[in-house]
Nanobody, 113 residues
Framework: QVQLVESGGGLVQAGGSLRLSCVVSRRMFGGETMAWYRRPPGGSRELVAFVRRDGTTSYADPAKGRFTISRDNRMLTVDLQMNRLKPEDTGVYYC???????WGQGTQVTVSS
């Protein structure tokens, strides 16, 4: 059974930082490119960044220069370091494979102005 458990969200002021973490089941993690997505309030889920098994990364334009995605192939985790957060970064953040499979519950990030 595929399992994704996200954590690390919270309330932060604009300009602050948060680090999200996701624990992934071995079945999903092994050969997959992993990603973070987000769903803004009233919006659709969108890709934030992904990281291939070899560690190479790609970012959506809003995340470039502020967010860093990483993975630990031994610990089966995928992290997202978010710096210089903006109110428009508010949303529910999810990790998943890229392309995605079944979704976890996500973690709420709220950035106040």
């Amino acid at each position: 059974q595929v399992q994704l458990v996200e954590s690390g969200g919270g309330l932060v002021q604009a300009g602050g930082s948060l680090r999200l973490s996701c624990v992934v089941s071995r079945r999903m993690f092994g050969g997959e490119t992993m990603a973070w997505y987000r769903r803004p309030p009233g919006g659709s889920r969108e890709l934030v960044a992904f990281v291939r098994r070899d560690g190479t990364t790609s970012y959506a334009d809003p995340a470039k220069g502020r967010f860093t995605i990483s993975r630990d192939n031994r610990m089966l985790t995928v992290d997202l370091q978010m710096n210089r957060l903006k109110p428009e970064d508010t949303g529910v953040y999810y990790c998943n494979s890229y392309p995605p499979n079944a979704w976890g519950q996500g973690t709420q990030v709220t950035v106040s102005s």
